[in-house]
């Protein structure tokens, strides 16, 4: 067995699993015969990812990762095996590339003195129009 090369990623094959279970939904006589709908494992114990990637990747994945440490694609949208096979692999590799692009440093910012100046003018307006509001106190 080689290596697989997802979104840059070197995937070893026992890494991989595959299942093939019957596909719901409309499919006529074919659909209660035929194994079509695809299930992809993807073990991360298996991959040598950096602890970086493994972090974003388990982040994105979000539910599709189980207790396991496995990354569960199921994939049953098209009529044949192979292409919800296809499906699968696609998907998998736009989650390694997702994973693959580091966030963007959040740089912090300040208001400008105009833009305090006008917030606390309109917080000023809204409190003089709330007090012509109340009612007049008489002496």
Same mark, same amino acid.
């Given at each position: @067995? *080689? ?19 019957? =596909? ?12 079509? /709908? ?7 114990? /298996?991959?040598?990812? =950096? *602890?970086?990637?493994? !972090?974003?990747?388990?982040? &994105? ?21 192979? !292409?919800?096979?296809?499906?699968? @692999?696609?998907?998998?590799?736009? %989650?390694? =590339? ?13 208001? =400008? ?6 917030? &606390? ?10 007090? %012509? ?7």
């Amino acid at each position: @067995m *080689t290596d697989y090369t997802i979104a840059g990623q070197q995937i070893p094959a026992e890494a991989l699993r595959w299942k093939f279970v019957r =596909s719901t939904g409309p499919g006529g006589q074919n659909v209660n015969k035929v194994a079509t /709908a695809a299930e992809l494992r993807l073990d991360l114990s /298996a991959c040598r990812f =950096s *602890t970086a990637y493994r !972090r974003r990747l388990a982040l &994105i994945a979000g539910k599709r990762l189980n207790r396991a440490g496995e990354i569960v694609i199921f994939a049953q949208a098209q009529r044949t095996q192979g !292409r919800n096979r296809e499906d699968a @692999m696609d998907r998998l590799g736009v %989650l390694l =590339s997702e994973a693959g692009r580091a966030p963007k440093k959040r740089l912090k910012t300040k208001p =400008s003195r105009k833009a305090v100046k006008a917030r &606390i003018q309109r917080k000023q307006r809204l409190g003089q129009k709330k007090q %012509l509001r109340r009612k007049p106190l008489f002496d």
